[in-house]
């Protein structure tokens, strides 16, 4: 059982609910592919979640941590990903056929795409090795509490970006005749390229 398990649930709820690459992504797939880009999406991102949270049992998390090399290229390779993601939904929203026009690509492009986006955050190594041992009782296993956390956060994770997957599928559906639909693929596409820049910019 894990220690103060309110307070694990809280602390999850906080995380799930905060915007970061995760978000915009899923946004923005879910605006270029529909429902299911977005939660194919979703599914890459969670998959990555998991293994950085059971690397965090193996040292993995604990070595980008402390290397500044590891911690660096991942953060240049996760902050290129972004900015050239957002930097083409710039593009398709000037230069692109109208969203709802275009043929949805395949739906493992987007699982790839989210698990690179995940994989390639050392924010998420940083953080799990910080927070799972903090609910972890004295003298429990570590390995059966880090995958019940990360299980816990994963499931979160799948209901909070579906109900965001549905509402912008919806809405895309209520825009796509004008401009609107253009318009939130550039703005997501705009928050990419920031995220991007923002990570570039983080230290350790």
Do not use: C
């Amino acid at each position: 059982m894990l220690h103060d398990f309110p307070a694990f649930l809280l602390v999850a709820v906080v995380v799930v609910l905060t915007p970061g690459p995760a978000t915009a992504l899923i946004i923005r797939n879910a605006l270029r592919g529909g429902t299911r880009a977005a939660w194919a999406t979703t599914a890459g991102n969670s998959t990555g979640i998991f293994v950085w949270a059971t690397a965090s049992v193996l040292g993995i998390s604990a070595l980008v941590a402390a290397s500044e090399t590891a911690f660096t290229v991942l953060k240049v390779v996760g902050a290129v990903v972004l900015v050239l993601l957002g930097l083409q939904s710039i593009f398709h929203s000037r230069y692109g056929s109208p969203v709802a026009l275009e043929p949805p690509p395949k739906a493992r492009n987007h699982y790839r795409e989210g698990l690179l986006t995940s994989f390639a955050n050392p924010k998420l190594a940083v953080f799990f090795l910080a927070l799972f041992p903090q609910f972890i009782p004295a003298g429990d296993p570590v390995l059966p509490s880090t995958v019940m956390m990360a299980l816990i956060i994963v499931v979160m994770d799948l209901i909070w970006f579906t109900i965001i997957a549905v509402g912008v599928g919806r809405a895309k559906r209520a825009l796509s005749e004008g401009k609107w639909a253009r318009r939130m693929e550039a703005a997501s596409g705009s928050v990419l390229v920031a995220l991007g820049i923002r990570l570039a910019l983080i230290s350790r």
